[in-house]
């Protein structure tokens, strides 16, 4: 009988955004329990992800989601934040996986083999998992934002660049929970000449 080895998937969401922190989700999967409709969470609508999020968090071996601050983005840079992010998430698994997978280009640093997998979350059902509990967390987290910030308008957005958000911006100004390393906040910071 060969050994079943515990791999985890690890994925990101809100590296784009002007507002809030980065979250990563590491998830191990089981295989005696598989979920159907896991797909990379922008290719599923909000509902969908809605309803798989908790049954991941059910069906999975073992989940966590950690987040990197805004000002942690701002002192670091995205890439490292993300980075610091995903290590949390994996070392807060209350089982040690054998093998990280990560969607994209770069592996944490976590002492754990790890392979990073571009487009993993469409090829690998545990990245693609965490990529869902990812997105689901931070949205979560935006709309708690929304009610402190309602102006900037975070719900609906979730801290995008949309024209909305970049016109509540100059109006309202750059608030605490704004990355300021990020260029059209570090524009609105510029004394005016």
């Known amino acids: 009988m060969t050994d079943i080895i515990l791999i985890c998937g690890v994925d990101e969401a809100g590296r784009g955004p002007l507002a809030g922190p980065v979250s990563a989700a590491a998830v191990i999967l089981d295989a005696a329990n598989p979920i159907a409709g896991l797909a990379d969470s922008k290719k599923l609508s909000e509902l ?5 999020a908790p049954v991941i968090r059910e069906c999975a071996l073992a989940w966590a989601v950690a987040y990197a601050s805004v000002e942690e983005i701002d002192r670091l840079n995205i890439l490292q934040a993300t980075l610091l992010a995903m290590r949390r998430a994996v070392l807060t698994l209350h089982i040690r996986p054998q093998q990280v997978l990560v969607d994209g280009l770069y592996c944490p640093q976590t002492g754990i083999p790890s392979q990073a997998i571009v487009k993993g979350d469409s090829k690998v059902a545990a990245i693609s998992a ?5 997105k689901t967390a931070r949205d979560a987290l935006m709309l708690e934002l929304h009610e402190q910030y309602p102006q900037y308008g975070f719900a609906g957005h979730k801290g995008y660049p949309t024209a909305a958000h970049l016109a509540a911006l100059r109006e309202h100004g750059v608030s605490a929970v704004h990355r300021r390393s990020f260029r059209p906040v570090r524009e609105l910071l510029r004394p005016q000449a």
């Open 48 to 52: 969908q992800r809605d309803q798989l």
């Open 130 to 134: 965490a990529s869902i509990l990812a």
